[in-house]
């Protein structure tokens, strides 16, 4: 998905519309007020405030916090913690407890033994024929041509610099791989 595409999406308008004309419509400000203006308005900071300071002021982090380190942080977590202790803390479960056992008990399942595809639609509520792709739209609210990628982005509020990992990540969860998951991880 284009930036422009993602704007007006964000914003509920027509791709059509100008990011320019967007920006003065977001902030009910002139046409005529630049868009360098505008950020540093809507931010509260000072023209001559980068945009790398920006974002890493939006986020209350540090320009020179790294994107693992952010991932990290957003998660309350340790840079030093691996994916599997992470994905057992959040779950509050033990790290010894697979992948797998972790999505039935996260999803009040029954048996490890029911497939990812029916876990996805009954979590849902949806037909099993519904497409994995067709459910992340319908759970997001969001149009079935944006990819899974770009959803875990825009849903966790990403830069578009880990899309890879996002990818990586995404089919980690998929098949079970937990030695992809990690390798996702370590691969920023």
Do not use: E, F, N
């Not at 308005?41 to 020179?64: I, K």
């Not at 309350?76 to 994916?83: D, H, I, N, Q, T």
């Not at 996805?120 to 792709?133: E, F, G, N, Q, Y």
């Not at 849903?155 to 079970?176: D, F, N, T, Y």
């Amino acid at each position: 998905m284009s930036v422009t595409t993602h704007i007006c999406h964000h914003a509920r308008l027509s791709p059509r519309m100008s990011v320019t004309t967007h920006v003065c419509h977001q902030a009910r400000l002139s046409p005529r007020m630049s868009v360098t203006t505008h950020i540093c308005h809507h931010a509260h900071l000072s023209p001559r405030t980068s945009v790398t300071t920006h974002v890493c002021h939006h986020a209350c982090l540090s320009p020179r916090m790294s994107v693992k380190t952010h991932v990290c942080h957003h998660a309350c977590l340790s840079p030093r913690m691996s994916v599997t202790t992470h994905v057992c803390h959040h779950a509050r479960l033990s790290p010894r407890m697979s992948v797998t056992t972790h999505v039935c008990h996260q999803a009040c399942l029954l048996s490890p033994r029911m497939s990812v595809a029916m876990h996805v639609c009954r979590h849902a509520r949806l037909s099993p024929r519904m497409s994995v792709t067709t459910h992340v739209c319908h759970h997001a609210c969001l149009s079935p041509r944006m990819s899974v990628t770009t959803h875990i982005c825009h849903h966790a509020r990403l830069s578009p610099q880990v899309l890879r990992w996002s990818q990586l990540l995404c089919r980690a969860h998929i098949a079970g791989d937990l030695a992809l998951l990690s390798y996702s991880l370590m691969s920023i």
